[in-house]
């Protein structure tokens, strides 16, 4: 019966030392020549990491379009025109010195045609794009940040935390997320937004290696209408032997993603691309930029598109008024005192001490890995709710220590250290559970407390009484 006692301990004390490892110093794994720790790193507010400041403006660009006698657009391929008048009717002249006398090149009208049209600059499409960049930020993980909209000119003001994701947030927050099917060479539009049902991207093992894919996946009406595309955009074969390929360019936000044709029908309504090269290293630099990049893409079409276009103003770094070296200092301070306050407990209460310390320890590992793993943005308040969280349990140690150190029955002696405890924690909970939702104050709290009851009526219970 004593062996049991004595391994049960020594079994629970090595997982609180495995686990004190794991948290305090990490898992590191070699990585392209450097060492990566496996276990997450804490997510820091603004207060402690500086933040970046992004102003988003209504795009008040106005392009030329030019029209020919059709109505048809006449598109602009970069080369500068003149118009010059002939015996023969007006030709256009490019600065090659040729002629170009095709009647696609004769502009008949000129229309001056705004980015975004006067009736949709209202305030329900401000609102509308705010929220919509909102739900950008929170899918993308970024839930500390603020914004504010100016409801009269529809400026946006953004700020996020400065960490290595910040340039990919900012980059999607100007993305408009329209897509498009058109043919390739009329460029009517096929398929737009409201086909698609959602879009995810993902990495995929081949033969040569490992692929970025964009995958579409398109709701009833999509569905049909891509049944129907796939039968009808195919390379044809006529009776010389000619053959000739009817293709699709499928666009986000007016860039080209591919242009192709089909070989085979599609009617599960789903489309994949492949994005960039293979690689032969699924954890290349290369692989993860391009794969981020397609998750943000993917992100910003399932928001849904925005009803006005916004260019980037503003956007710059704005340090943080606490310094590295003053949260370092403050760490150091903290170890200091839960030193002290450790050595007091082993002196005191001797070998039911030195157990009621590594259990101790084992609290402060679990919480603060649970921590890094809940998606807790620390700020200063949350540091607080840290300090406050180890410093209760702390005390429910030295009840439990003092209800068993003279105790004959050790679990009614617990009992009673229970009751204790939890007329203690009642106010904690309560504002725990007020200020769960609101700052890192709360979360940090409710994890402290939650983790608090249940570690020390499993571990440091069973802990304590085999050893008694």
């Not at 109505?71 to 080369?79: F, K, L, Q, Y």
């Not at 093992?205 to 195919?234: A, D, H, P």
Request: charged share 25%; proline share 1%.
């Amino acid at each position: 019966m004593k062996r049991n006692r004595i391994l049960k301990i020594v079994v629970i004390t090595l997982l609180i030392i495995l686990l004190s490892i794991i948290s305090f110093g990490g898992i590191f794994v070699e990585d392209r020549n450097t060492m990566k720790n496996l276990v997450a790193d804490y997510k820091l507010s603004r207060e402690l990491t500086g933040s970046r400041r992004v102003e988003l403006n209504v795009d008040k660009t106005v392009n030329t379009v030019n029209f020919d006698a059709d109505g048809n657009v006449i598109e602009d391929d970069g080369t500068s025109q003149n118009t010059t008048t002939t015996e023969e009717g007006t030709d256009t002249t490019t600065t090659d010195g040729s002629t170009d006398t095709s009647e696609q090149s004769k502009i008949a009208s000129t229309e001056e045609v705004p980015v975004n049209r006067e009736e949709v600059l209202t305030i329900e499409n401000y609102k509308k794009s705010k929220s919509i960049l909102e739900k950008r930020l929170q899918d993308m993980g970024a839930n500390d940040y603020t914004v504010r909209l100016n409801e009269e000119n529809g400026t946006m003001l953004f700020e996020v935390p400065e960490d290595e994701n910040t340039d990919l947030l900012v980059s999607q927050l100007s993305k408009k997320g329209e897509f498009k099917i058109l043919d390739a060479d009329t460029e009517e539009i096929l398929m737009t937004n409201e086909h698609l049902d959602s879009t995810t991207g993902g990495i995929q093992q081949v033969s040569t290696g490992y692929v970025v894919v964009m995958q579409f996946r398109f709701n009833k009406n999509g569905t049909e209408k891509l049944k129907e595309i796939t039968n009808t955009y195919v390379e044809t074969e006529d009776a010389d032997g000619n053959k000739t390929s009817k293709k699709i360019s499928i666009q986000l936000d007016g860039e080209e993603l591919v242009s192709t044709d089909f070989d085979n029908e599609i009617s599960n309504g789903v489309i994949q691309l492949t994005i960039g090269s293979a690689v032969t290293d699924i954890n290349s630099e290369e692989l993860q930029n391009n794969y981020m990049s397609v998750v943000a893409d993917a992100e910003a079409l399932n928001t849904g598109k925005l009803p006005i276009v916004y260019t980037v103003g503003q956007n710059r770094y704005v340090t943080s008024n606490i310094s590295e070296e003053t949260i370092r200092v403050a760490i150091y301070v903290s170890i200091g005192m839960i030193a002290v306050a450790l050595l007091y407990l082993v002196i005191r209460y001797k070998k039911l001490g030195i157990l009621g310390s590594i259990a101790f320890i084992g609290y402060v590992a679990l919480l603060l890995i649970v921590v890094r793993y809940t998606n807790v943005s620390i700020s200063v308040a949350g540091m607080f709710a840290l300090l406050l969280s180890i410093i209760l349990n702390y005390i429910i140690t030295i009840i439990i220590l003092n209800h068993l150190k003279k105790a004959d029955n050790e679990k009614l002696a617990f009992g009673k250290a229970v009751d204790k405890i939890i007329m203690m924690i009642i106010p904690a909970c309560i504002i725990a559970i007020v200020f769960t939702f609101a700052n890192s104050f709360g979360m940090v709290m409710f994890w402290g407390l939650t983790i608090s009851v249940l570690y020390n009526y499993i571990v440091t219970r069973t802990l304590l009484i085999e050893k008694k």
